[in-house]
């Protein structure tokens, strides 16, 4: 075999040239077309051209061990994702693509920490900057574009601020061989895949395929570029083809027969980071990955995004109002903070402002903001030291008037409202004591009938959610249940309600509610129970369609069911999106049992 050859299979070797085609591999999951996609990388990559390959999913970094784990694979740089060399930032696409294309290095780009709406932000800007800097003659040498998952890079039906995103790749595997981009599209649904990108294809790799919609798929590139013999003898075969066994069907290339064979694809030589975890399996972990120039790596990516930065116009105006907002706002707190605990005027002095990647000229005129910095912190320090006693003294006689408080029908709750009039009073510098437990009787509420009207609606949900459940919460469950974030103000009515005696528990443990905390409330309703609580969960607003998909087929099999039978009962991949479905539920306190073992539906929906 050539040196200069891509071995994919027995009886089938690729020409170097593979490097700037577009190749189609499509397969259901599990049928080995993340193998082939591999084998293909590895292939390329040993050949000494350059590969950047595109991993929504975040399982393919494998790639730098050896398939043992025991011995280092492929020196490819690692960008984004847990086990990343580098971060990756939503907005650096252009940023990534101009490493990719000047330091023609090859890199594996992990987009599984993104959302989805910031995966189409970085892939646009990088797409888009790819084809636009590969334009350039100095520029054109082959480079091989592997996008795995391809569906959510090239979408049949893309969602608003996908649009860009989507006619960036179709400008690469329609034209991008012209300026040395090879494209390779990888899909297990061939259905959702865009039909421009996947018709532009100049070779097909099918591998075991049964879904009527993708077997359609299939057709539609046959239909452009096959003959009707073939597509009979591929499209008959394609459900029952044996995992890692793949049509390769090039018609008029590399020679004018083209090439229309079925093979077995041969073992990858690095480590299967993608597969699927055994139900009582121990995960096995590489213990040897090839080394990578990081400190080059790193020193390029920061001299780039350095000089993007300062070339770019609306970036220097941008950090040059900010830099005056901020200096204005911490100039005004200093001065006020000056005159409140000494009695002076505000102090008149120029803030110096530094602005990082701002030009000397600019930098002059703005000034340094270290010292205003510095300043401010002493201040602050001296005023925390001299008021600081009595603010704790003064909370603690609060805690402790609450805790002796008797909650009666006859005598009302101090409310969250109290103790916020309180937290002014004192602010305000008025040294009294804390309000008093009673009101006068015409603006007393009984707390038996109605909630406190001094609760807010962050602190009204926490404590109807505490009450329906009956039981302590921690505060993850909390968040999900009441649909707010672990915020600032998300942990401030936490406070505020602990406070003021209605519950109990710190939030890095688990809350309950209190007598008190009930009657602020007043009636909630109660939880549902056996299946109308099953119901009242599939219904529930914090859950997407993946967990309602996962919640029916459990309720469904009472002994419940292992990751791999739920995806096939749901139609879901398990991928990072899944497992957080699986998460929500679990936290939700409707599923039992962990992602590599059987899970079931909680007991409760089923009484």
Known sequence: MSARALHLAEGLTLPLDTVTQTIAILAKRRAG????????????????????????????????????????????????????????????????????????????????????????????????????????????????????????IAPQKP??????MLGAIEDIVRRGGQRGIGCVVVTQRSAVLNKNVLTQAQILVALRTIAPQDLKAMKEWIDVHGEEAQRRTLMDSLPALP????????????????????VHVLPIETFDSGKSPEPGAKPVEPKN??????????????????????????????????AS???????????????????????KEVVEVYVPFIPDLVRGQVGDITDAVERFHREMSEALRQHGQDVERELRNLSGMLSTIPRTEAQEAVTVADVKEFGRRFESGGRTSAPTATKPESQRVPSTSAPSPGLGKCERAILTVLVQMDEPLTAGRLTLLTRYRYSGGFKNSLTALRTAGFIVGENTGLMSVTDA??????????????????????????????ERAILRSLLTKPSGLTADQLCTATGYQYSGGFKNSLTTLRTAGVLVGKNTEVMRASEELFS
């Not at 969602?159 to 860009?164: A, C, F, K, M, V």
């Not at 008029?252 to 079925?262: A, D, L, S």
């Open 289 to 322: 990955l090839a080394d990578v120039d990081l400190d080059a790596i790193r020193r390029q990516m920061a001299a780039t995004i350095e000089k993007a930065k300062q070339d770019d116009p609306k970036e220097l105006r941008r950090l040059l109002a900010q």
């Open 33 to 152: 077309k993340s193998y082939t996609m591999r084998r293909l990388a590895e292939q390329l990559f040993k050949a000494s051209q350059q590969v950047v390959l595109v991993d929504p999913k975040g399982d393919q970094w494998g790639l730098r061990s050896a398939s043992d784990g025991k011995g280092p694979g492929l020196p490819i740089v690692i960008l984004g994702g847990e086990r990343g060399d580098a971060p990756l930032d939503v907005l650096s696409g252009e940023v990534v693509a101009k490493l990719v294309v000047e330091e023609r290095v090859s890199v594996l780009l992990d987009l599984s920490l993104f959302r989805k709406r910031e995966v189409a932000v970085f892939m646009t800007d990088f797409l888009e900057n790819l084809y636009r800097l590969k334009a350039r003659e100095v520029f054109r040498t082959p480079m091989m574009l592997i996008v795995d998952e391809a569906d959510a």
């Open 325 to 347: 907002k901020d200096a204005a706002a911490k100039a005004k707190r200093i001065s006020e903070l000056e005159a409140t605990t000494s009695g002076s005027a505000p102090v």
């Open 159 to 164: 969602q608003p601020g996908e649009e860009r």
């Open 517 to 546: 905390g009930r009657a602020a409330i007043g009636e909630v309703e109660p939880m549902p129970t056996g299946a109308d609580l099953a119901d009242y969960w599939l219904a529930h607003p914090s859950f997407g369609k993946c």
């Open 243 to 262: 995992i890692g066994d793949a049509w390769f069907w090039s018609p008029g290339w590399p020679t004018v027969t083209g090439i229309f064979k079925r």
